[in-house]
Structure formats: C-alpha cells, structure tokens
C-alpha cells in the first residue's frame, strides 16, 4: 500500500512568512509524529498525535509552530513568521501502534527560510 | 533527560570489512530499541527493533544489534558491508509505556566498492 506522504517536498519562504506543511499518514495508523532534522542533527521531536489529539506538544520549539489532524488521517503543521532557524527537514511518521512501536516515514519537507 | 549517544558520526570502510555502530542511552528503565537507516534520497525505515527475548536481533539485509542491558547498549554490527550500504544510521530510544522515541545525531557510512 501507500506510505507516508508529504507535501511539499520543498519550500523556499522569506523570513516573516508563514507556512504550511502537509503529511498523509498509512491508512489506519493512529498515532502520528512531527520531526524536525536539522543538517547534522538527530531528529528532533516536535509533537505526537494519537487520533485527532495531541496528549505531547512538548517539543514545538515556540508558540509560532502549531499542528493540527482532521479526520484521524491528514496532519498540517503550520510555522508562523518564519526565522531562518527554521530551516530544515521536518519529517512525519505514523505508526499503528499507540505507544512505542515502529514509526514509517516520510519523505520530509525541505524548508529554506531566506 | 534521556539521551542516545551514538560514538561514531562518519565512517569510512572499504567493501568486505565488518561494521559495528555504537549506541549507548541514559534511560534506566525497560525500553524499546530501534535501528533506522536512511539511504542516499530514500526516507527513513527500519532496519531492525528490540522490544524483548534474545538481546540479540536479526534485522534485514543482514544486520544484527545485541542489546547490553548492564552496558546501556544496542550495538549494530554487520560481518561484511557492501557499497550498497552506504547511507545515514540513526539508533532510537523509547522508554517502556512511551510513545516518544529519542534519536541519536546518526552515523554516515561510506563504503568503498
């Protein structure tokens, strides 16, 4: 079947902007996971979701990140007023258990912030 | 807070020698152990998991990790690498009862042919 995808693959903004980033989930897995990967860098946890909740917003970097899931299927993260900080790869993973299993990722969006 | 170290950022070998990647974690409790590979312009997937039983698992393309629990440690080995295997290693860490894996900074693995 389809794996995880997201949109767009790349996104170039200028600084001050704002974005939208996209991610479809497996089909009928519950929980999904934001990412952010800077060059270097591990990956860097940003928010969980189990269904349409987010029990774990622990990791959004400033109150300019937000996410959201509709439908226990389609999640959007959103970055306001972007900084240049901001750029990197940010990776979503779904996964069909609720806790501590496996995670299938996607491909990721580039983000360059000018 | 938990963390995952993983020794080795970039590694360099030629075709036929054998591999290990360290990973060692600070979390005391049960835990969930996870090798993730991410190949050149390919997404990340899994390479091999650890949950319970034999500390020593199989995963595919013929990886091994052996689990230490005294050590804090999942060690990836592999006895003969090719140059297919070049790609980014990332060892991840999820507490018993989690649903937030910590990931290690990775490891670049180069392989000569």
């Known amino acids: 079947g389809a794996g995880v995808s997201q949109s767009p693959s790349n996104k170039v903004t200028e600084k001050g902007k704002d974005v939208e980033l996209r991610c479809d989930p497996i089909?009928?897995?519950?929980?999904l996971y934001w990412y952010r990967q800077s060059l270097g860098q591990g990956l860097e946890f940003l928010i969980y979701?189990?269904?349409?909740?987010?029990?774990?917003k622990s990791g959004l970097p400033s109150d300019r990140f937000s996410a959201e899931r509709t439908g226990g299927s389609v999640s959007t993260l959103t970055i306001q007023r972007t900084q240049q900080e901001d750029s990197a790869v940010y990776l979503c993973?779904?996964?069909?258990?609720?806790?501590?299993?496996?995670?299938?990722f996607g491909p990721g969006t580039r983000l360059t912030v000018l | 807070a938990q963390s995952v170290s993983q020794h080795n950022h970039h590694v360099i070998l030629s075709e036929a020698a054998s591999l290990e990647l360290g990973c060692n974690y600070s979390y005391g409790g049960t835990v969930n152990l996870f090798w993730y590979v991410q190949y050149p312009g390919q997404h990340l997937q899994l390479l091999l998991k650890y949950f319970s039983g034999d500390p020593l698992v199989k995963g595919i393309k013929g990886f091994e990790a052996e689990f230490i629990k005294s050590k804090f440690s999942f060690n990836l080995r592999k006895p003969s690498v090719q140059w297919s295997d070049t790609a980014e290693y990332f060892c991840?860490?999820?507490?018993?009862?989690?649903?937030?894996?910590?990931f290690g900074r990775g490891t670049s693995l180069i392989v000569h042919p």
């Open positions: 993973a779904s996964s069909p258990y609720a806790s501590g299993g496996e995670q299938f």
């Open positions: 089909s009928g897995h519950t929980a």
């Open positions: 991840a860490v999820t507490p018993g009862g989690s649903y937030i894996p910590t």
């Open positions: 979701f189990q269904g349409n909740s987010a029990p774990d």
